[in-house]
């Protein structure tokens, strides 16, 4: 019997290994044709050389260092949306602690980033309005469904809140997600509701802690399922952030040869392209945004 189950366990581990090379032989030739075809956004082969991207730049040392306040960040992600900016720019600004951290929009939800060390240390809630197809139960991630102007915790729970291009999409036509949307206001207005998503967050982040914030940012725009937040937006939250505690902004712009840092002025004007509707597509190759604003935030004690 005790052999057996060594001879099953080996048979096992070579039918994983062959499956696993099939898979690496797959993604290679996707990938290969992915290139070779330009890499066009959305294209096959995209969403992998995406992912890869994102691994290798929140593993890189090299690369996170670019993302400091004080560096330039120059010809970085070529034809990637705005993720490949947001995901290094996030770990860069975690510490290397434990702590609660709140993910305020559901962008960790990949196996990729729950094992990277910098999560896995830490008590992590993914806070989302419903219910995904993928949950990672077995990591003791925990969830919490809802909507981000009622966050149903504590004054002051949180070390570290994460909210990862999500404001942008309150209070918009989210069916695109398979939500619905209680109000039919019209396209071409601006919604405010985003503020008491901030002053939620602010509400649950405790003294010293901090919130990671970033959504797209440029010339106003509703592209429907999220809108395009510009300068007048930006300082309407900004204001409360100056209340509670202080801050820092970083600016980042999407140009053909890929992705810069930059400061708020050079974004003022840009617009965003929406892959689902084609509306703001041009000849850069622009995957999605082309300007985004990240914000860290630190409460007053």
Request: aromatic share 14%.
């Amino acid at each position: 019997m005790q052999l057996f189950r060594v001879v099953l366990f080996q048979y096992r581990k070579y039918k994983k290994a062959i499956k696993n090379k099939r898979i690496q032989n797959l993604q290679q030739s996707t990938l290969k044709k992915y290139f070779q075809k330009g890499q066009i956004p959305w294209s096959d082969g995209y969403q992998l050389y995406k992912e890869k991207s994102i691994v290798e730049s929140i593993n890189s040392t090299d690369i996170l260092q670019r993302f400091n306040h004080d560096e330039t960040l120059e010809s970085f992600g070529y034809r990637l949306d705005e993720r490949i900016v947001e995901y290094p720019w996030i770990f860069k600004n975690l510490q290397n602690k434990s702590a609660k951290l709140l993910d305020a929009g559901s962008t960790f939800n990949y196996e990729f980033i729950l094992d990277h060390p910098l999560i896995k240390e830490k008590e992590l809630i993914i806070f989302t309005y419903a219910p995904e197809s993928r949950s990672y139960n077995e990591k003791k991630i925990s969830y919490v469904y809802g909507d981000l102007r009622e966050l149903p915790f504590k004054d002051q729970y949180f070390e570290v809140i994460v909210s990862q291009s999500t404001i942008e999409h309150i209070d918009m036509n989210n069916s695109i997600y398979g939500y619905q949307n209680d109000d039919d206001r019209k396209s071409d207005l601006k919604s405010y509701k985003y503020l008491l998503a901030i002053k939620e967050m602010i509400r649950v982040l405790k003294p010293s802690g901090t919130l990671l914030l970033t959504f797209p940012f440029g010339k106003f725009e509703n592209h429907d399922f999220f809108q395009q937040l510009d300068r007048e937006m930006l300082q309407r939250l900004l204001n409360e952030f100056h209340l509670k505690g202080s801050y820092v902004t970083n600016f980042f712009r999407y140009l053909p040869s890929g992705w810069y840092s930059c400061d708020e002025s050079d974004c003022n004007e840009i617009v965003s392209f929406n892959p689902h509707t084609n509306k703001g597509k041009g000849d850069d190759g622009a995957a999605h945004c082309r300007s985004i604003c990240c914000i860290k935030f630190t409460k007053n004690l």
